[in-house]
T-cell receptor
Framework: GDSVTQMEGPVTLSEEAFLTINCTYTATGYPSLFWYVQYPGEGLQLLLKATKADDKGSNKGFEATYRKETTSFHLEKGSVQVSDSAVYFCALDTGRRALTFGSGTRLQVQP | KAGVTQTPRYLIKTRGQQVTLSCSPISGHRSVSWYQQTPGQGLQFLFEYFSETQRNKGNFPGRFSGRQFSNSRSEMNVSTLELGDSALYLC??????????FGSGTRLTVV
């Protein structure tokens, strides 16, 4: 079945450091890929998405490129802020209108 | 534009009872899906509705059910509650395949 694998957390960085959160997937067909962010006590917010190979999603300084050859969708940001501290979820949708999520990666950014 | 509204935000129920959670999607969104989030199992898909029809269902027991009304509002019901049903229940609405917008969730505690 479909699955998403994310790097284990927590990831602890200093402010202005470079961020990478790895995400790889297994799916039939050609899924759409998403990154969601969850702040404490809140639901999920869509951060960015990509619907086909080589697409790059970007938002608020975050970027991720859909790599079909490596089945990956790694999240990157050039300079993190304390306000980026949250849990990040990678997810896919193969068109069955059901998201498959990774286990989430907690990011802690220290001032 | 109002977001996805879930009520109530918090709920405490006793084992064996039943519970109904409500979700109002973004205006114009006809697809509503439900997810369960627990520390152990992560985010898991429950079911998805479109125009009052369930189109997809996750791997949950029959105690979990849902419905959608003609105004696209949706409810999910859990009967004969078990301690393991304690979770954050998230609702998401979607317009075609442009991504999913999540509500803040209902936190259910079963005692």
């Amino acid at each position: 079945g479909d699955s998403v694998t994310q790097m284990e957390g927590p990831v602890t960085l200093s402010e202005e450091a470079f961020l990478t959160i790895n995400c790889t997937y297994t799916a039939t067909g050609y899924p759409s890929l998403f990154w969601y962010v969850q702040y404490p006590g809140e639901g999920l917010q869509l951060l960015l998405k990509a619907t086909k190979a080589d697409d790059k999603g970007s938002n608020k300084g975050f970027e991720a490129t859909y790599r079909k050859e490596t089945t990956s969708f790694h999240l990157e940001k050039g300079s993190v802020q304390v306000s980026d501290s949250a849990v990040y979820f990678c997810a896919l949708d193969t068109g069955r209108r059901a998201l498959t999520f990774g286990s989430g990666t907690r990011l802690q950014v220290q001032p | 534009k109002a977001g996805v509204t879930q009520t109530p935000r918090y709920l405490i129920k006793t084992r064996g009872q039943q519970v109904t959670l409500s979700c109002s999607p973004i205006s114009g969104h006809r697809s509503v899906s439900w997810y369960q989030q627990t520390p152990g199992q992560g985010l898991q898909f429950l079911f998805e509705y479109f125009s009052e029809t369930q189109r997809n269902k996750g791997n949950f027991p029959g105690r979990f059910s849902g419905r959608q009304f003609s105004n696209s509002r949706s409810e999910m019901n859990v009967s004969t509650l078990e301690l393991g049903d304690s979770a954050l229940y998230l609702c998401a609405s979607s317009f075609h395949n442009y991504g999913y917008t999540f509500g803040s969730g209902t936190r259910l505690t079963v005692v």
